[in-house]
Structures are given as structure tokens and as C-alpha cells.
Nanobody, 124 residues
Framework: QVQLVESGGGLVQAGGSLRLSCAAVGGTFSSTTMGWFRQAPGKEREFVSAITWRLLSTHYADSVKGRFTVSRDNAKKMVYLQMNSLKPEDTAVYYC?????????????????WGQGTQVTVSS
């Protein structure tokens, strides 16, 4: 059983930056694929980014590529999402999630554990 706790959300002006953190409690963190998803009001949850555990391969949605950077620290059981050049359309609740290694990292259904989410609001 893995518990995930996100932090770092907030209100920022367009063009600004935020760094989201996700702390994992319990379970075998180092062998998981960690993902970030977001959900805006009235929209479905969408993939943002993922990082695998062995090769630290990273993956990004086209909408955030070049602006967001995902990283992880297995020793600290943490995963991070650095978000730069934020746009109003990035406004959403952001969730971190954990999936078994080798999972289809883009699919929400691949993830077994989810955090409670943290709100990111980007003003124009």
C-alpha cells in the first residue's frame, strides 16, 4: 500500500513557475512508475508526465513538453514536477499516481495509487 501526498500548488500569474512535490509513504516506491495527471473543471483527467523507476525515462504530454520537467528521488521517496512558463490553460487539480513497473504510463487505469490532488491556478 502506497500513500501519496502532493504539495506545492497555488496561484501564479501566466509565465510564472511552480514546483509540485509528491511524497510517497509506505510500499515499494523505487520500483514504481510515477505519473502526474491533471483535471480541469468539466474535463476528464489527462496525462501530464511520467517517470520510470529503472532508466528514469521521462514522458510528457505535448501540451507541456518543453515547459514541465519531472524528476524523482528514490532515496527520499519523492517525485517532483517543475512547471515553467505556466499558461491559464494549465489551471487544474494536479494528481500524482503510482503504477507497477512496465505499465502503460499514459493511461490513468494503469495507476494503482493516487494522491488527493493539489490545485494549480494560473491567472492571465
Amino acid at each position: 500500500q502506497v500513500q501519496l501526498v502532493e504539495s506545492g500548488g497555488g496561484l501564479v500569474q501566466a509565465g510564472g513557475s511552480l514546483r509540485l512535490s509528491c511524497a510517497a509513504v509506505g510500499g515499494t516506491f523505487s520500483s514504481t512508475t510515477m505519473g502526474w495527471f491533471r483535471q480541469a473543471p468539466g474535463k476528464e483527467r489527462e496525462f501530464v508526465s511520467a517517470i520510470t523507476w529503472r532508466l528514469l525515462s521521462t514522458h510528457y504530454a505535448d501540451s507541456v513538453k518543453g515547459r514541465f520537467t519531472v524528476s524523482r528521488d528514490n532515496a527520499k521517496k519523492m517525485v517532483y514536477l517543475q512547471m515553467n512558463s505556466l499558461k491559464p490553460e494549465d489551471t487544474a487539480v494536479y494528481y500524482c499516481a503510482a503504477a507497477p513497473p512496465g505499465s502503460a504510463w499514459i493511461r490513468p487505469g494503469s495507476y494503482d495509487y493516487w494522491g488527493q490532488g493539489t490545485q494549480v491556478t494560473v491567472s492571465s
